[in-house]
């Protein structure tokens, strides 16, 4: 990871919550992209050696997300996100859950917030994580999700350097 780019993971047990700030080298319309389109998504929403797959995605308040990630030996582990709102290339909420093959979800879930900026060039995302019970939220980190956060974030700072030159190249030989 570029360590000029802020990352910041801090878990509030009070207020239940997990909030995660995140730079990246990448134009805020890119980032917004990385984020809500499937096609992008799925090629960095895992942390290795995980693979994220989307069955359904409609991005649109009332829409959804229904994917799994998927492990090297193919066991999937779903989970299924309902948009709450969206503003364009800026901010989103979602409620998130884990969610058997057939997208019945497990209750209680989380509550996202992700919020996009920009500043010369750096695109700042900030996530807020409500969770509806600590237990869950213990769990959670438990389950090594501040790990598993950190690679996807990897993943994604990846990803974006590659889509950001690809962007460049064509603009050069245009």
């Known amino acids: 990871m570029n360590p000029t ?7 509030d047990k009070a207020a239940q919550t997990v909030y995660i700030t995140r730079e990246f080298a990448a134009g805020i319309a890119l ?3 990385a984020y809500t389109k499937q096609e992008i998504l799925d ?19 009332g829409g959804r997300r229904f994917y799994a990630m998927v492990s090297p030996d193919g066991q999937e582990h779903w989970a299924v996100q309902r948009y709450t709102s969206i503003t364009p290339k800026t901010h989103f909420t979602l409620l998130n859950a884990f969610a058997d093959k ?10 996202w917030d992700l919020r996009f900026s920009e500043h010369n060039g750096t695109t700042t995302v900030s996530i807020s994580i409500y969770n509806e019970s600590l237990e869950r ?6 389950m ?19 889509l950001s030159q690809e962007q460049e190249t064509k603009l050069a030989t245009a």
Do not use: Y
């Open 5 to 11: 780019l802020l990352f910041d993971f801090t878990v």
């Open 31 to 33: 980032v917004w992209d």
């Open 43 to 61: 090629q960095w929403w895992a942390p290795k050696p995980f693979a994220s797959k989307t069955k359904v995605m409609n991005f649109e308040v």
């Open 102 to 111: 057939d997208e019945n979800p497990q209750l209680p879930g989380s509550e």
């Open 137 to 142: 939220m213990e769990k959670m980190i438990e």
């Open 144 to 162: 090594g999700f501040k790990e598993g956060f950190t690679m996807t974030m990897k993943n994604l700072e990846e990803l974006l350097a590659r």
